[in-house]
Every structure is written in C-alpha cells, then in structure tokens.
C-alpha cells in the first residue's frame, strides 16, 4: 500500500558526497518507520539508517558520522546525506517502510523501492 521511489544514486569520488531522496505516497497511514538498505556486490543487505514517525534515528555504526537521515516535515520524502564516500560504500540502496520494529531488521519493513545504484570511484 505504501509506493517507494529513491533517487539520487550516482557515480562520485571517494571523499564526495551524495544525497538519496525517497518519495512514498499511496498509505491513509502516515505514522510508519523508514529506513535506509544497502546491497553491495557480493554481499548480503545490510542496514544504513531509519527514522521513526516521532523523527527519532539509528546509524549503522560503518556510517555513523558521515551519513545523516532525515525527512521533510511533510513526512513526504526521506533522505540520506552521504559526505565522506568510501569504495566500500558502493551498493544499489534501497528505500524501506514499515510499522514494527526493530528499526535494524530488514523484516520490519514491508515494502521497498527499487532502489537506485551509488558508485563510489576513483
């Protein structure tokens, strides 16, 4: 019921940054949980960041420092700064709502964007 869409991704060199929008829309409710995913080649999905409906955070400790989450007022759209990129940061992102918890579980959130594609290189 919720429709994700991000934006944003990109190619950048280590120590850029970028900023990732995601757009939700088509939910009567609006107090639900958002949250940041990333998938690296090779690697499983991990979690990056999320924000609640009371606009409380959590970072995953690899971005903590140099990623910053955050949403309009409206509650329409999600960021997420990205300052400081590292190679290691290269993964299709992934936008995620959700009405439980924990904030860091990928099954918390039920639906999902398509996600959009962050390169960081030299």
């Known amino acids: 019921q919720v429709l994700l869409s991000e934006s944003g991704g990109g190619l950048v060199q280590p120590g850029g940054s970028l900023r990732l929008s995601c757009t939700a829309s088509?939910?009567?409710?609006?107090?639900?949980?958002m949250a940041w995913f990333r998938q690296a080649p090779g690697k499983e999905r991990e979690f990056v960041a999320a924000?609640?409906?009371?606009?409380?955070?959590v970072h995953a400790d690899s971005v903590r420092g140099r990623f910053t989450i955050s949403r309009e007022s409206a509650e329409s759209t999600m960021y997420l700064q990205m300052n400081s990129l590292k190679h290691e940061d290269t993964a299709i992102y992934y936008c995620?709502?959700?009405?439980?918890?924990?904030?860091?579980?990928?099954?918390?959130?039920?639906?999902w964007g398509q996600g959009t594609q962050v390169t960081v290189s030299a």
């Open positions: 924000l609640t409906s009371t606009l409380m955070s």
């Open positions: 995620a709502a959700g009405w439980t918890t924990p904030l860091t579980w990928e099954t918390s959130y039920d639906f």
């Open positions: 088509g939910s009567t409710n609006n107090d639900y949980n």
